[in-house]
């Protein structure tokens, strides 16, 4: 079946560092691939999302490429700040189920 | 513009007792809805899925049941809680078809502790 991987628990950085979060996933549709950010005591919203291969969705200073050749939809970002501090979740929308999966997340905590 | 609202915030109840968890979208004609469960700290497991009125697909077996009464509200419910149901519930909803369905927008959850 459809499933997504995130090997990273937790990251902790500092301010201004370079953030990078593993997503592999794996499917034998043409999926969706998202990234959604979950702050404390708050339910997810979607940061970015990508349909196509190769292709690259930005948001808010963060980046991921849609690689179907490594299955890997990697969240990266310049230079974090104390405020991205957050869950972030990998998922994916297969293009013929009414169904999203999720990665089991990676919590981001960034020091001032 | 689209408001997803839950209710209530939060939740303590105490094991064998009846649940109800209310979602109501407004702003959005006929969305797919969705529940979500997530345990302190966890991925997010879906649950039910409704793309019309009267209509609810289950996902996981967990000792729950949903309704749409309403094309804008969708109840989670179960007669008898169990302590595994703690966790967050969420509610979301997508556009109906095409690619646009896989996009989840969410309302803020609902907090329940069983004991």
């Known amino acids: 079946g459809d499933s997504v991987t995130q090997k990273q628990g937790q990251v902790t950085l500092s301010e201004d560092d370079f953030l990078f979060i593993n997503c592999t996933y794996s499917?034998?549709?043409?999926?969706?691939l998202l990234w959604y950010v979950q702050y404390l005591g708050q339910g997810p919203q979607l940061l970015l999302k990508?349909?196509?291969?190769?292709n690259k969705g930005i948001s808010r200073g963060f980046e991921a490429t849609y690689d179907k050749g490594t299955t890997s939809f990697h969240l990266q970002k310049a230079s974090v700040q104390e405020s991205d501090s957050a869950v972030y979740f990998c998922?994916?929308?297969?293009?013929?189920?009414?169904?999203?999966?999720f990665g089991t997340g990676t919590r981001l905590q960034v020091l001032p | 513009a689209q408001t997803i609202h839950q209710w209530p915030v939060a939740e303590i109840k105490a094991v064998g007792s009846p649940l109800s968890l209310g979602c109501t979208i407004k702003?959005?004609?006929?969305?797919?809805l969705y529940w979500y469960w997530q345990a302190t700290g966890g991925t997010l497991q879906q649950l039910f899925y409704?793309?019309?009125?009267?209509?609810v697909e289950s996902v996981v077996q967990l000792n729950l049941s949903a309704s749409r009464p309403k094309d804008d509200q969708f109840i989670l419910s179960t007669e008898k809680l169990l302590l595994s149901h703690s966790g967050f519930y969420l509610c979301?909803?997508?556009?109906?078809?095409?690619?646009?369905?896989?996009?989840?927008?969410f309302g803020a959850g609902t907090r329940l502790s069983v004991l």
């Open positions: 979301a909803w997508s556009l109906l078809g095409g690619l646009s369905q896989n996009t989840l927008y």
């Open positions: 499917t034998t549709t043409y999926p969706t």
């Open positions: 990508v349909t196509t291969a190769n």
């Open positions: 998922a994916l929308g297969p293009s013929n189920t009414n169904k999203v999966v």
């Open positions: 702003g959005k004609s006929s969305p797919n």
């Open positions: 409704s793309i019309t009125v009267g209509q």
